[in-house]
DNA sequence: ACTCTACTACGATGAATTTCGTACTACCAA
DNA sequence: TTGGTAGTACGAAATTCATCGTAGTAGAGT
């Protein structure tokens, strides 16, 4: 059984964080894992990127803690570390869903006022 | 009288304050700026960066809205832009100067638990 | 055993970021 | 008007990041 190493609660880095979350593409399957329940492979998230970029990117969530990537047959499960980085960060998650949620909501709305 | 261009609340963009804020230097910067009482020349940071790549830190931090920067003299008064982001992406800002005090924390302190 | 699925690893490439030094400008003060 | 202060602009170099295609692997299904 393949296994992915993952960062403890205290390894998490802000930084690692923030860049992590910085992302669009990345900041996508964040949002998508929270709003969704369970897990989900990979292949679900149909992102705007090839394949191997798409690995990419999963494993930089997954290295900055954001993620936790477990095996299950030959599909990988991602989960997000909601309680992890709860723990670790307090309020952060949550205020970058709540942001992302926000510029989501203006791109469909008509623009009003700045 | 020279004066510089700020992104509205509306302008402002998540990819763009996320990633201003992954920046240790940036970070750095914002989070002084809001320990801090008024206004603050550039100058005054002691950042462990030329004169030359500090100017491109704060263009970066003013353009992404985090920051107001504003000529006195020949100085540039900072402030941070807390009103417009707590506006704009409500939580965000105090979670990162949370999440930055905790590591911040840690590094003096003797490692604990994980 | 073969094939399909769902991914990874690797190497390459182009873009963006961070960094710097040098030269410059705007303003203030003597 | 001369000089000092606090910054910017520009160009260059180094590094990192995001992207891709190709080739490969582990496990499931037939």
Redesign the interface.
Known sequence: MRTLDHP????M???A???A????VR?TVACKLNDAFGDHACATFELPVSKSTATYHFRTLREAGVIRQEYEGTKIMNTLRKDDLDA?????L???F???N??RA?ATAP?S??
Chains 1, 2 share one sequence.
């Open positions: 403890s609660r205290g390894e880095r802000l930084d964080v923030l860049a979350l910085a992302d669009p900041r670790r960060f307090p309020g952060l949550d205020a970058v709540a942001a992302q926000i510029e203006e623009e006022r700045d």
